[in-house]
Structure formats: structure tokens, C-alpha cells
């Protein structure tokens, strides 16, 4: 026999004000299976949940009705309360008698029979309550972070530095993502290498940092605590145990005119190369749709016969790892919006008027940056691609691709107002007599020392910005004519310039969206991955135990990815930190007796929480085929029961049973 | 028909827990007041709501359902919203055939921020509910013995 | 004779190991509705028959325990049993490599010939082991018919007020005796325990009260939305002669006209129940 508690608080006048209390109180004890009905100024008050506590034992009770303010503010208040007192927290429901009653319904009458109705259906929720204990979850303590940037390097290391062993996968043959490639950085101008290169060697030396580089997530099982991670180390052909980076290989190499994928196309690599030669790991990978040999499965053979450490392995192949963790880091950065006519999406059109592709003095942001950069194509120097030449004027143009709704990106990149005073900066200081012309929309430099820095740029150094657009750019005698308009002034503007710079919008990098299937985390219209909650859960996804930082979740520059990426660590500690991992038991459960395996439930989980499975006897032998509930996996959404034609699926809490006897206490 | 012998229609409300319900929570934060007509039933997630419940809430005298949710995107589970979107694309055919009176089921996207769409909404309803009248149809058929 | 090939079809596939029963048609007297049969032996093929009065689908009989006992099935279908061969198979109930399938062309079944006929476009079954047609046949594998051919009874029926229609069931629902009829002869209701029979809770009353015909027959309707494969044996089963294919009729052309899905047309196609899409139609929600 069901023996109910009901408690009804006033909350002060909030309630009373509105909610006939006595009536109520006298009312709700007549109500079946209702043992006592009380009434309390604050029921939440430490004497309100006294008189909980005593009721429950007192009257053995086997349910707690409070009827009181919402559920979202005060369910674990009296959860709490039941527990410390002997009742099982899930045997608690609320009536919601305050927002959704007295403070907005003001004619009494009414206010009174809807919290009597509400309290009734509690009532009836109530006595059908099962008991339920958290799920235990076992816990990895060993982190997998995604991607060998900046953001994920500081992941990595602070999780190391913690004690905990860390699998990174980068993609590329090296870590370092694009801050490796950039020259120096603002506000500070420190140069980008001389600082992220420590922090490199850092991780290829930590003795708790296992490194995957050109590796990738091949497939992703398992649930928070419990993550199963195929890792698909592409074929690099050069042993890394045995190689030592000598570079003999890559001196012997004949195939020279391999575009650089770290100098953004602006100089080159051998067939056999690592990227840049503080690389980590500073191994050799070779390229294998230019290498001659492995094009041609004979010849060649140079690096092979130089190599004393008979590194070389032409018959090397993608291997399959295995890695466990308990939780996960995305920190897969991101690419640059392609200017040229040919985009990845239908909605973006690029800026043919720009020439980008077409004039070779045209470059964008990250070229640029090999450019200025001590270690680039040209040491440095700042020469223009097209003839080696000295630019005398160059132009600036911002918000290339962002803030642009016609071409398809509405946001802003966040970075560029800032590179663009910073290249403004570095062309000016190696270029005496240079003239920088930047193009922009707004100035946004909200920052510590950001504002001043574009002031420096403009005042000291003297860049000179227009506020416009820029409408075309064509090629007359080896000049870049620029024509914009300068809406300050209210005047057109027309520019002869060596070399145009343009500062394209921040794009989630390539193979985002499959890797967010892969860990079932969800991604907003740009492709950019998001978070749990934007003010309270910034580094959380609502895939529990994976965790985001960096330029994936939105365009950010170094210092706010590198905090983000330290919020994501320590998120992983924290649970790290736990005893153990606990979930809440919510969750669906399914009825292998009567499921009919059809499977709706399978495809439709947004949490892919259910799988395939079979029953057997004790004895091995095969029952049924049914579907399964992962406890590990489950959020509880609910979304199975309503696709399950048998009601085979059932979700505790929110059975069909207690919603069948609520909907039905309403009938009169 | 004056005041006190007006007809005061039966509504219930399924919502999610996670927008609708905080959007009613937050009309009476900021005290909106409407009318006291709505029952509210709260699931986690409009991806639980079963087409049989409104079949249920008609059977228990409703004279009117509305169900209600996170809008596209928002759902705290990702997607149950979308399939509840789907189901009742289907359902509302199947109801419009029956001949049963689809101006007394109504679906509403309401986010936690939406207090004041929360309380339009459930005026705008019983505003309508009213004027239509007690579902004396379905009524007819949940007390009908054989 | 199509009759004679499937005799001999049905003889080697038994003598040669490939199916243990073959599922056919037999007759009980001319005229009369041709019944499932589960040939296990070859010399007793000739039971087999094949005339207009093969309406049974006999993918419907492949859920049976019973069946499922016998062995490896070879089974008969014709265009439109194949469809809920199809969906079957799109919901695993059967595994297609498990299951020899014998189509036969069909021009129309029943005399008069069923309602599905006249805007039936697949004639020829496609997705078969093996196929049998009629010799002279000139008919195309696949004619297309427009949707408005197919659902020609459903618009009439629309046209009705909504009063007139909610009558309409009432009378219609009026007569049903809770047969299950209906349940029991569809190829997709494979429940192990059906909904209506269940108890805690009670979704759907049991009483073949109006309430409970309303909740049954809109349970058993929107349990094959978007998953009905058309073969109106629900209809030709009911002995109430409740218009059941108007409803299944209403949500064919809801998943037509929503997601251009017709259940068990194609068998690579990703079935629209249990999936959504970010694109479907909201203008219904407020």
C-alpha cells in the first residue's frame, strides 16, 4: 500500500497569496494512498525539511509529494531531504504550484482546484515511482585529446602534468597545428615558434603523452569513462623507432617541387620531408602520391640507400590501434574560408572579384605569415610571390568571407582585426617606405593591450585604414589595382598595389562533422562543434566525457583556445578526481520479453545508446534477438518509448504507467 | 453567457522539461497571468510524447492538447524534437482523416526564454477552446458503452 | 501455365535442399478464396495453385513461430506482397539471403479484382530469387501510375466535412468486434505482445466500446505509418468490413507526400520511421 506524504508550502505569501493552503492541505489527505497532508511557510527551510524528514519515518512513508516552486529549482533539495531521512530519492515528485500555478493564475478559486489537480497528479506519479540508484559507470584515467594544435598540446600537457596518460592523434606528420606556422603574435610580437616549439618537445618527451601523429580517428565505441578509440596510423613509410632524423633522406631526395603544406603553398618540400624542421616528432614522412618509388613500385630508392638506419619502408601500411580513455578532447582547430571560385558548400560563392587563384600577388593571411615568417620560403623577406620583388604598397582586406551573409558566413572571425594591425606591423618594421592600406568594417579589439596594439599600428606605424569595402581587384602592368570606397570620407578609392593580403574567415577544419558523428556531438550551421550549455558549460558538449577547446568550438585567437584548452583539462581531471563515475537512473530500460527487434529504437536514439543484441539461455543458447539498452550511453530522452510500437521500451521516472495514471487523475 | 457560467474548457499540456517547462517556469517568474485552463504534464524530452497520450488526454475529457517543446536545434537530447516533429506530420493526417477536430491539438515550439509566448500561447488556446466549445464529440465516444 | 512452373519450381527447390517448405497457394473449392499453403514434401507440389483468387499475402505467414519451425522458406509473392517482404527485411524481421522468393506476375487478384489493383504498379516482383511470368505477358516489369490514381478513394473521402467524416468512423468503428482480424493477417504487425494486449498500463481499452474501437484502429493505423506496404488484407480480413484501407490510404499519402517514400517500393531506400530530417515540414507548429 502506497503511504504518501504531501507537503505544501506556502513559500511565504508566494503561494497563499493565490492557493487556498487549508483547503488544499484538507483536500489532498482525503486523495487515495495519501497518508499525511501537511502545510509549511517554507517547506525548503531546514524546519520545512525537518518536518519531511520526521514524516517519513514517523509515518513510513513510501512517497513524497512536495507541492511547492518548480522542479528545476528545488527536486534535489527534497531528494536530498528523503534520502538523509531512509527514502529513495526517486520516490520524490513536485507539484508545481508556484510558477506554474499561484503567480500566474490571481483568481483563487482557480488557482485552488489547478494546484489540487497538479498535486493529485503528482500523487498518482508518485505511488508508481520505482526505486532507483545512480549508475555506476567504471572510469578510464586515461584522456584522448584530437588534434596536436596549440589548444590541443596545452590539453594534452596539463592532463600529463596531472598524472594521467594522454593519447594525442594529430593529423598532420607533425604537432604544432597552425600557430607552428605563424610568424610572430600579437599583441607582444613574440615570435609564435620560439614560444609553442618548447611546449612541443614538451610533448614528444613527456613520459605520459602517448603521440599518434599522422593518425586519425578512425571510430569512436563506448561511453563516458569507457571510450574505445580506433586510430588509423596512415602508412609513413619511415620506421620512428629506428629513424633518427638524421636528414640524409631527405637531402638525397630528387622530387623538389612539392608544394609545402606548411608554407601554404608558398615554397617547397621533397617526396621524403618533415614539415618544418623543428617538427615533432622530427621524423620523415614520405609523400605518396610524389614519391617515384612508391609511385612506381620500382626505381628510385635514394632515401632507402642513404638511410644508415634503414628506416625506410616502402611496404609500410595504415595500421589500426586501439586506444581506451575515459574521456575525450576535441581540439581539431580550423582551415581558412577558400577564396577562390570553388567552395565546399553550396552556400558560399567565394570572392572571384578578389582574383584570388588567378593574380599570384594575392595571397591570404596564413601565406602571408610563411612570408614574415624568420623560418619561411624566403627567410623572412618580405618578396612577392609573383616576381621576388619587394611589395612598395600593400593592401589589407578584412572580413573576407565573416560577417558576410551573401556568402554564406554571418559571423565574425574574431581574429583577423588583430593579424591585420599585427602584418601591418611586421610589413612596415622590414619594408622602410612600405605603404599598408587596410580595408575594414569595423574595428574589434576587445582584448587585454588588443586596442592599443591597432592604435600602434595606426598611429606609430602608420597604416592607413579606410572603413569600406573592397569591390575588385584587376592586374594592369604588374600593379594590383584595388577599388574600394572609403565611406568615411564618402569617397571611392583606388590603390596601386603590389601585393593584396586578405584576411579570410575561420572555417572548422576538415573532417569536423564526421568526427563529431563519430563522438555524437553536435555542430551549428557553420560546421563550428557546441558546447553544452554557452554561458555555464563552455567546454562541455552534451556528449558526456567529450570536451572541446579551441578554434573547433568557434574562431578564437591563441590565448583564449590555450585558456579553453586548460578549462577542458581540468574538466577531465575533475572527473579524473572522482571515485568513481556515477550516472542518473533515468534512463530507458527495454522489455526483452515482448521487443520485437525491429529496431525503430536503434535508429532513432540520438545517443545511439541502444544496440543489437541477442538474448540467451544460462547455457549459451540463442533466445531472441532484442534491442538493448548501453546504461552508459543513455541521457534518457525518452524518444525509444515513443517509437516502440510494443511499449517495450520503458523509461524510468516517466513510465507510460505514471503518465497513463496522471492524465487519467484529471478526469472527473 | 455571463461570467460565472461560462464554459471552462480542459487542457493538457505535454512539454519537455527542458525549454517549454522552464518557459512556463519563467512566466511566472515575470507573473504573467493567463488563464488557469492548462494541466501541464512534463516529460524530459517531446521526442517521449506518444501519439497515444493524445489519444489518452481526449479519452480523460481534454478539450483541447498541446504539445510543446525546444525549438529546432535546441533540444537538450539533440534531436527527440525532430522526431516528434515527424510523428505528428504523420499523426495530424491520420486525425484529419478520423474527422477529428485538429483545432483542438496544437504543437508550439516554446524555448526557456519564451515566458511570454508560454502565456500567449495558453490564452490564445483557451481563447479558442472556449469559443469552440466543450469536444463533446470525442467526449461522446469515451463514455459510450457498446 | 504459371501454375505449372511453380509446381515444378516448388518440387526441385524441396528435392534439391534449397528450401525446406515452400509457402504457396492451395484451394479449398473453385471460386473460393485460394488459402497458404506449406508444402515440405516435392511429390506434394501439385497442391500448389495459382488463379485470380490468390489475394493472401503470404509474406504475412513468415512472423508465424509455426512457420519459422519449419526450415528455410520459399515463399510466393506477388508485386504488392513483395513490398512487405521489403519492409521486413528494412525492419529484421527476416534476413533476405535466409528466404528464397518466388515472384509471380500478377495483373490483379480477387473477382472482382481488389481496390489496391487498379492503381497497382508493380505487377512484376523485383526483388526476387526467381521470377514467373506469363508467357504472352507484354506488361512492363514497373508502370507507373500517378499518386493521384492511388489515393483517388482517399480525396473523394476528404472531400467530407470533418463531421461527416468523424461519423463516418463512427458508424464504421461502430461494427468492429475486436477481431484483431485485422492484426493477425498483416505482414508487419509482428509484436511479440501487441499493444493492445497489453494491460499495465492499459494504452488501448480492450472493450469493444467506441472508445476503445477509436483507440485500437487509431494504434493499429499509425503503427504502420510510413511502414504499410499496401496489401489490404487487413480490409478483406475484417468480417465487420470496416473501410480499413482508407487509413492506411491517409498515411501512404502522408509519407508520399512528406518524405516521397513509399514503404517496400525500394529496398535500398532508408525507411522515414525512427530517421527525421532538418528539413521536414513544420508549417503546423506554432
Same mark, same amino acid.
Not at chain 1, 525539511?49 to 513524497?64: F, V, W, Y
Not at chain 3, 492451395?26 to 500448389?48: C, H, M, N, S, T
Given at each position: ?283 620523415? +614522412? /614520405? =609523400?605518396? @602520391?610524389?614519391?617515384? #618509388? *612508391?609511385?612506381?613500385?620500382? !626505381?628510385?630508392?635514394?632515401? %632507402?640507400? $642513404? ?54 600577388? +594575392? /595571397? =591570404?593571411? @596564413?601565406?602571408?605569415? #610563411? *612570408?614574415?615568417?624568420?623560418? !619561411?620560403?624566403?627567410?623572412? %623577406?618580405? $618578396? ?285 | ?146 | ?286
Amino acid at each position: 500500500m502506497a503511504r504518501i506524504g504531501v507537503f505544501t508550502c506556502w513559500c511565504g505569501e508566494n503561494v497563499a497569496r493565490h492557493v487556498d493552503i487549508e483547503k488544499v492541505t484538507e483536500t489532498v489527505a482525503q486523495m487515495p494512498g495519501v497518508r499525511c497532508s501537511i502545510n509549511y511557510k517554507y517547506m525548503c527551510s531546514d524546519p520545512g525539511q525537518a518536518q519531511i524528514r520526521d514524516k517519513i519515518q514517523s509515518e513510513r512513508l513510501t512517497g513524497l509529494v512536495v507541492a511547492s516552486c518548480s522542479p528545476h529549482m528545488h527536486l534535489k533539495t527534497f531528494r536530498k531531504a528523503a534520502q538523509t531521512a531512509g527514502l529513495n530519492p526517486y520516490l520524490v515528485e513536485m507539484a508545481n504550484i508556484r510558477e506554474h500555478c499561484s503567480w500566474v493564475h490571481h483568481n483563487r478559486e482557480e488557482a485552488t482546484a489547478k494546484a489540487l489537480d497538479l498535486i493529485r497528479m503528482s500523487v498518482e506519479k508518485v505511488k508508481r515511482d520505482h526505486e532507483l540508484v545512480p549508475i555506476r559507470v567504471p572510469l578510464t584515467r586515461r584522456a584522448l585529446v584530437i588534434g596536436g594544435g596549440v589548444a590541443g598540446i596545452q590539453a594534452a600537457l596539463d592532463i600529463a602534468d596531472a598524472g594521467h596518460e594522454v593519447a594525442l592523434v594529430e593529423r598532420e606528420p607533425s604537432i604544432g597545428g597552425k600557430m607552428a606556422g605563424l610568424s610572430e603574435t600579437f599583441p607582444t610580437l613574440d615570435c609564435s615558434q620560439c614560444i609553442l616549439t618548447p611546449r612541443m618537445v614538451e610533448v614528444g618527451q613527456h613520459p605520459n603523452i602517448k603521440l599518434y601523429t599522422y593518425s586519425e580517428v578512425e571510430s569512436v565505441e563506448g561511453y563516458v569513462g569507457n571510450f574505445k578509440i580506433t586510430i588509423r596510423q596512415k602508412a609513413r613509410y619511415v620506421d620512428m623507432v629506428k629513424c633518427t632524423g638524421c636528414g640524409d633522406c631527405w637531402n638525397s631526395c630528387p622530387i623538389k617541387k612539392n608544394l609545402s603544406e606548411f608554407d601554404c603553398g608558398m615554397g617547397f618540400r621533397k617526396a621524403i620531408y618533415i614539415p618544418f624542421p623543428q617538427a615533432v616528432p622530427a621524423r620523415p +614522412v /614520405i =609523400d605518396r @602520391l610524389a614519391c617515384t #618509388r *612508391l609511385k612506381r613500385g620500382t !626505381g628510385c630508392g635514394l632515401c %632507402e640507400k $642513404k638511410c644508415q638506419a634503414k628506416a625506410i619502408n616502402f611496404a609500410d601500411e595504415d595500421k589500426l590501434v586501439v586506444e581506451q580513455a575515459g574521456a575525450v578532447i576535441v581540439a581539431t582547430g580550423y582551415k581558412l574560408y577558400n577564396i577562390a571560385k570553388e567552395q565546399d558548400n553550396a552556400q558560399l560563392s567565394g570572392y572571384g572579384e578578389y582574383g584570388y587563384g588567378k593574380y599570384k600577388d +594575392v /595571397i =591570404d593571411a @596564413l601565406q602571408f605569415e #610563411r *612570408l614574415v615568417s624568420a623560418s !619561411g620560403p624566403t627567410g623572412g %623577406e618580405i $618578396k612577392r610571390p609573383s616576381d621576388g620583388k619587394i611589395p612598395q604598397s600593400v593592401v589589407f582586406i578584412k572580413c573576407v568571407g565573416s560577417r558576410d551573409n551573401a556568402k554564406g558566413l554571418a559571423y565574425c572571425s574574431k581574429i583577423c582585426c588583430m593579424y591585420t594591425a599585427k602584418h601591418t606591423m611586421l610589413y612596415k618594421h622590414k619594408t622602410p617606405g612600405g605603404e599598408a592600406h587596410v580595408f575594414y568594417m569595423d574595428i574589434r579589439a576587445g582584448g587585454k593591450a588588443y586596442d592599443e596594439f591597432v592604435r600602434r599600428a595606426i598611429e606609430q606605424d602608420g597604416a592607413k585604414y579606410y572603413r569600406g569595402r573592397v569591390s575588385k581587384i584587376t592586374e594592369e602592368n604588374g600593379k594590383l589595382i584595388v577599388r574600394g570606397a572609403d565611406t568615411l570620407a564618402g569617397a571611392p578609392v583606388t590603390i596601386e598595389a603590389d601585393m593584396v593580403v586578405l584576411a579570410v574567415a575561420m572555417r572548422p577544419a576538415d573532417g569536423v562533422h564526421a568526427l563529431a558523428q563519430k563522438l555524437n556531438v553536435g555542430y551549428d550551421e557553420f560546421g563550428f562543434l557546441s558546447e553544452s550549455h554557452p554561458k555555464l558549460r563552455p567546454v562541455e558538449t552534451n556528449a558526456a566525457g567529450v570536451f572541446i577547446c579551441g578554434a573547433c568550438h568557434a574562431p578564437k585567437d591563441i590565448p583564449e583556445a590555450v585558456a579553453q584548452a586548460s578549462a577542458a583539462a581540468g574538466k577531465t581531471l575533475v572527473m579524473f578526481g572522482r571515485e568513481e563515475l556515477t550516472r542518473e537512473p533515468e534512463i530507458a530500460r527495454i522489455n526483452e520479453q515482448t521487443c520485437a527487434a525491429c529496431y525503430t529504437c536503434v535508429r532513432g536514439c540520438p545517443y545511439t545508446a541502444i544496440e543489437r543484441a541477442e538474448t540467451l539461455t544460462p547455457k549459451g543458447v540463442h533466445v531472441k534477438y532484442t534491442a538493448r539498452v548501453n546504461e552508459g550511453l543513455c541521457m534518457g530522452c525518452g524518444t525509444c518509448v515513443a517509437l516502440c510500437p510494443s511499449k517495450s521500451a520503458e523509461l524510468e521516472g516517466f513510465t507510460e504507467q505514471q503518465i497513463y495514471s496522471m492524465v487519467e487523475s484529471l478526469m472527473t | 453567457m455571463n461570467e460565472t457560467n461560462r464554459f471552462e474548457p480542459r487542457i493538457i499540456a505535454y512539454v519537455c522539461n527542458w525549454c517549454t517547462y522552464l518557459g512556463a517556469d519563467l512566466a511566472g517568474t515575470n507573473r504573467l497571468e493567463y488563464p488557469a485552463n492548462v494541466r501541464i504534464i512534463r516529460f524530459p524530452c517531446t521526442g517521449r510524447i506518444d501519439f497515444n497520450l493524445i489519444v489518452k488526454a481526449f479519452e480523460a475529457g481534454a478539450d483541447a492538447v498541446l504539445v510543446s517543446g525546444c525549438h529546432p536545434g535546441d533540444c537538450h537530447y539533440t534531436a527527440g524534437n525532430y522526431h516528434a516533429r515527424r510523428r505528428w506530420m504523420l499523426f495530424r493526417q491520420l486525425l484529419d482523416t478520423l474527422g477529428i477536430d485538429l483545432n483542438r491539438i496544437h504543437f508550439t515550439w516554446i524555448s526557456a526564454a519564451e515566458g511570454r509566448k508560454w502565456a500567449q500561447v495558453v490564452t490564445g488556446i483557451t481563447e479558442q477552446t472556449r469559443q469552440m466549445g466543450p469536444y463533446t464529440a470525442y467526449r461522446e465516444i469515451a463514455r459510450a458503452s457498446a | 501455365m504459371i501454375v505449372d512452373q511453380l509446381r515444378e519450381l516448388c518440387a526441385r527447390l524441396l528435392s534439391e535442399g534449397t528450401a525446406q517448405v515452400v509457402i504457396g497457394y492451395g484451394q479449398a473449392a473453385p471460386g473460393k478464396p485460394a488459402y497458404p499453403v506449406f508444402i515440405r514434401r516435392a511429390e506434394d507440389a501439385d497442391q500448389l495453385v495459382w488463379n485470380d483468387q490468390c489475394m493472401t499475402n503470404l509474406a504475412a505467414t513468415l512472423k508465424r513461430r509455426e512457420v519459422k519451425a519449419l526450415g528455410k522458406p520459399a515463399v510466393i509473392v506477388k508485386g504488392c506482397d513483395e513490398r512487405a517482404l521489403i519492409m521486413l527485411a528494412k525492419e529484421s524481421q527476416i534476413v533476405r539471403a535466409n528466404i528464397y522468393v518466388i515472384g509471380v506476375e500478377c495483373n490483379g487478384a480477387g473477382r472482382p479484382a481488389m481496390a489496391k489493383c487498379a492503381s497497382c504498379d508493380v505487377h512484376v516482383p523485383r526483388w526476387t530469387d526467381t521470377v514467373i511470368r506469363e508467357t504472352e505477358s507484354q506488361a512492363a516489369a514497373v508502370r507507373t501510375t500517378p499518386s493521384s490514381a492511388r489515393y483517388a478513394d482517399l480525396e473523394a473521402f476528404m472531400r467530407k466535412t470533418p463531421e461527416a467524416r468523424l461519423a463516418f468512423w463512427r458508424a464504421e468503428f461502430g461494427r468492429c468486434v475486436k477481431c484483431y482480424a485485422c492484426r493477425q493477417v498483416c505482414p508487419l504487425c509482428y509484436c511479440e505482445r501487441c499493444i493492445a494486449d497489453k494491460n499495465r498500463p492499459c494504452v488501448i481499452d480492450t472493450s469493444a466500446t467506441p472508445k476503445g474501437n477509436f483507440a485500437w484502429h487509431i494504434t493499429r493505423a499509425f503503427h504502420l505509418a510510413a511502414r504499410c506496404a499496401g496489401c489490404d488484407e487487413c480490409a478483406r480480413a475484417c468480417p465487420a468490413h470496416i473501410d480499413l484501407r482508407l487509413l492506411n490510404l491517409a498515411l501512404a499519402a502522408a509519407a508520399e507526400d512528406h518524405f516521397g517514400w513509399r514503404a517496400g517500393m525500394d529496398p535500398e531506400a532508408e525507411p522515414p520511421a525512427g530517421a527525421y530530417s532538418l528539413k521536414d515540414k513544420e508549417d503546423f507548429i506554432g
